[in-house]
């Protein structure tokens, strides 16, 4: 009512009411799957018996309707606000999916459709918080002083973004083969969409980026990778991940920063806050956006002759960071890659 409405018209072009009673029912259950905290299923928006235009589904309810685990609702009585932001992530399912049956060709890819999910939660969560005198929405979050219900739906996003990019390998699009235990959709599909809203939502003036998002989740415009593309202004996918891995790889270090940087979060202050505060489980160890070559420090690895070989998943990173001695005549890169084609972005030379 107070935050999550906001986020799902402003972001998202509300829902639907196929039934007209005007509600979003929640049904809490302990009847959901153990490790699911919510869902929604687009059955329910399909007609029971055929109409003009329309397949027939005799399980729907023929509603907008979230199912909800009773024991995720219950730890809120206990401090677990992961309810709050979640209940706002699920609805934005039910406007995303009415959405994606009406657009026809299949539903989102499974990191479009849970990234911008994740993307209402910390909305919601950004709106909170600002109401409860935390930073403003749109500007530039650099750290926290405590865990709150407010602020909850946004450290979680932390958690789940360093789990994605800590990991190798790492993809944005799926979990790899022999990814880290808990990278996920999720975290990756989340990190990169809101990339997208502050590069090119114009996230860092209050709500700015709400139109991006509406176009995104829009049935008028073309699912997965078409529709960012479309969004965007027409660029090339990978050259929209030269500007997400810049993006990335530049955030938080006080260098000069390019028109398509994040705007709205100073990654290595923030999570860093969250693993000193509070160490939830001394995972990922290290500092954003962890560079392979220096795996569990906070400083950056001399030039040196080193081999370093691994596995990339689709779309993903491999980031390293490296200091000259001040010596030598300069830094010689080999790259060999053994099926896909691999793109080398070098920032921050000094």
Not at 190 to 207: C, E, I, K, N
Request: aromatic letters at 10%; glycine letters at 14%; a negative charge.
């Amino acid at each position: 009512r107070d935050h999550g409405k906001q986020a799902i018209d402003g972001y998202f072009g509300g829902t639907t009411d196929l039934n007209g009673d005007g509600k979003i029912v929640v049904l809490i259950t302990p009847r959901v799957e153990e490790g699911t905290a919510a869902f929604v299923w687009s059955g329910d928006f399909f007609p029971r018996t055929p109409q003009p235009g329309w397949g027939a589904c005799p399980g729907s309810n023929q509603m907008e309707l979230v199912r909800f685990s009773e024991s995720t609702i219950n730890g809120l009585a206990s401090g677990d606000y992961q309810a709050l932001a979640t209940l706002v992530h699920e609805v934005k399912h039910v406007s995303s999916l009415y959405k994606s049956i009406i657009r026809g060709g299949g539903l989102q890819p499974l990191w479009v459709e849970e990234g911008m999910a994740e993307l209402a939660g910390e909305m919601s969560s950004r709106l909170a918080w600002e109401a409860a005198g935390g930073p403003a929405v749109g500007a530039l979050a650099r750290s926290f002083d405590a865990i709150t219900k407010e602020n909850y739906g946004v450290i979680l996003r932390m958690v789940r973004s360093a789990w994605y990019l800590a990991s190798q390998p790492n993809a944005i699009m799926v979990t790899p083969l022999g990814a880290r235990s808990g990278h996920s959709v999720y975290g990756s599909g989340w990190h990169f969409h809101r990339w997208l809203g502050d590069a090119y939502g114009g996230a860092s003036m209050r709500l700015a980026d709400s139109s991006f998002f509406r176009t995104l989740n829009d049935s008028l415009t073309a699912s997965g990778i078409g529709g960012i593309q479309a969004t965007t202004g027409g660029k090339g996918w990978t050259t929209l991940l030269e500007e997400y891995a810049a993006a990335v790889l530049l955030n938080g270090t006080g260098a000069p920063q390019p028109g398509t940087a994040f705007a709205t979060y100073d990654f290595p202050g923030i999570i860093g806050a969250l693993n000193t505060r509070y160490n939830y489980n001394g995972e990922p160890s290290g500092s954003y956006p962890w560079p392979v070559n220096v795996s569990g420090s906070q400083g950056s690895g001399l030039f040196s002759t080193s081999s370093y070989t691994g596995t990339i998943g689709p779309s993903g990173l491999q980031l390293f960071d490296l200091t000259s001695d001040g010596t030598g005549l300069g830094l010689e890169v080999k790259v060999q890659a053994t099926s896909q084609p691999i793109r080398i972005v070098v920032v921050r030379i000094q």
